[in-house]
């Protein structure tokens, strides 16, 4: 999963990012409307965290904007002050979701992946291919009754494979849910290592990783 975070306030945004980064999510940081504009147009994401008040506009702009232009990205809205009138408008503009500052990063987390899961095609708590038993919400897996020991970069792989189970998924489009701008050093070819360990971990699943040449990969389950 990856996330953008639009605020100006780089302590707090470095925090938050520090700590989705942990659970899985990768995470690129806009100080303002313009760099968020700049990040929107050569990168697409799972969703976005936009504070209201911007060095350049506001939050409530460029959701609108964003809206308008047809993107759909869920986007969760944070504020220090937040009153009646502009949860309506932020709602009404077509946020998905709002907090007011100062939040628990974990009631964060857990708002950021109900969105993600909501926009998801797979909609269930828990997503189930063969043996295989996945939890977006928690980012754990299960073979039957034992537990999947995974790295936070394999179970965002994971997730992001089994949230479009069945469709082929592009080298880059998986890079890009892995990686944010700042690990350029790490290339594409990454990928083919952590898929390498999918299988490993994923041996007597009842799942397979499918390489299509060119393509991509698709899971699915065997036979």
């Known amino acids: 999963m990856r996330i953008l975070i639009v605020e100006d306030a780089m302590d707090m945004a470095e ?4 700590r989705l980064g942990r ?3 990768a995470c690129d940081i806009a100080e303002s409307c313009e760099a968020a504009w700049d990040h929107l147009a050569v990168q697409s994401y799972d969703a976005l965290v936009l504070d209201i008040n911007l060095p350049d506009g506001t939050g409530t702009e460029l959701l609108a904007r964003l809206r308008a232009r047809g993107d759909r990205t869920p986007v ?4 220090a002050l937040f009153s009646v009138d502009q949860r309506v408008s932020a709602l009404d503009l077509g946020a998905d979701d709002y907090l007011v500052k100062p939040f628990d990063q974990r009631e964060l987390e857990a708002r950021l992946r109900a ?5 998801a095609t ?3 708590d828990a997503i189930r291919l063969g043996r295989l038993e996945f939890s977006p919400a928690t980012m754990t897996a299960r073979l039957g009754d034992d537990p999947l020991d995974l790295t936070r970069r394999e179970a965002a792989l994971l997730a992001l494979l089994l949230r479009h189970q069945g469709q082929v998924i592009s080298k880059e ?5 892995l990686f944010t701008f700042n690990d350029a050093d790490v290339g594409l070819n990454a990928i083919e290592l952590y898929i390498a360990r999918l299988r490993k971990k994923l041996a007597g699943a009842g799942v397979t990783i499918e390489t299509q040449r060119r393509l991509g990969y698709r899971i699915a389950a065997n036979g």
């Open 122 to 124: 797979q909609k269930s």
């Open 23 to 25: 659970a899985g999510m």
């Open 115 to 119: 969105l993600i899961r909501r926009d």
């Open 15 to 18: 925090a938050v990012a520090i």
């Open 76 to 79: 969760l809205m944070l504020t």
């Open 173 to 177: 489009r998986l890079y890009d849910g």
